[in-house]
């Protein structure tokens, strides 16, 4: 299983990005997945999660109302569209996938440790 995560960069506060994460070796529609950051010196949080049928949501208070995560079952490819960027957003970006078929509110509640696959991160860098 490869969870590749790509997208970030650096922007200004307002500014917009949509991370990717592309799997392979497991299918996204089949299982439950998430985004989690880690800033620098902070431990990992929670960002946003979806779950296996895709029909079901969960973000975390911080980007409730600016990020959307969203999946692409034909692309094997889920999204973190991000707007309206803040500074504090600045982090690496990491997803994950649960192939238990977790909700969302559970991910987010565990923080990720019942994820069972973990992607490298990309580096979302906003400037104020």
């Known amino acids: 299983v490869q969870l590749q995560a790509s997208g970030g960069g650096q922007v200004q506060a307002g500014d917009s990005l949509r991370l990717s994460c592309a799997a392979s070796?497991?299918?996204?529609?089949?299982?439950?997945m998430g985004w989690f950051r880690q800033a620098p010196g902070e431990e990992r949080r929670f960002v946003a999660a979806i779950s296996w049928t895709g029909g079901t949501t969960y973000y975390a208070d911080s980007v409730k109302g600016r990020f959307t995560i969203s999946r692409d079952s034909a692309k094997n490819t889920a999204y973190l569209q991000m707007n309206s960027l803040k500074p504090e957003d600045t982090a690496v970006y990491s997803c994950a996938v649960d192939i238990h078929k977790v909700t969302p509110m559970s991910i987010a509640r565990t923080n990720g440790n019942v994820m069972e696959y973990w992607g490298k991160g990309t580096l979302v860098t906003v400037s104020s």
């Open positions: 070796g497991i299918t996204l529609s089949s299982s439950s």
